[in-house]
């Protein structure tokens, strides 16, 4: 459904101690993600989710990511609403995400269920 939250991403530089908090607080079960080192998923219900990450040291706040049904007209609204967006990125066999700012400089990110994204090349 475009607009849901379905995925949000916790910054922490010793990710083992986020799991455990954040593990602790709420019962949340982590597996690392396939190809994404220091990323840790966890499924809060059937449509969303979170990951534990120290993919950007030091980054503090959470980052929502937004259900779009295409990843390049919400990255090109965006960008038509005066924020910012990363081109696409895909995630093998689950889909497509764009990070974005808005004009206020808030991060968030764009999400594509796409069982069809391909691997990244390069």
Request: glycine share 12%; hydrophobic share 35%.
């Amino acid at each position: 459904m475009p607009g849901q939250i379905v995925h949000i991403e916790i910054p922490a530089d010793d990710t083992a101690k986020g799991r455990e908090f954040w593990g602790s607080l709420f019962g949340w079960q982590f597996e690392a993600a396939p190809g994404a080192p220091d990323y840790y998923m966890t499924r809060t219900s059937d449509q969303q989710g979170a990951a534990i990450t120290s993919m950007e040291p030091g980054k503090r706040g959470t980052r929502s990511y937004f259900d779009v049904d295409d990843i390049s007209a919400g990255a090109a609204r965006v960008k038509e609403l005066g924020g910012d967006a990363d081109e696409p990125q895909p995630v093998p066999s689950m889909g497509w995400f764009a990070t974005c700012r808005d004009p206020q400089g808030n991060e968030f990110g764009l999400w594509q269920t796409d069982p069809s994204a391909p691997a990244p090349t390069g």
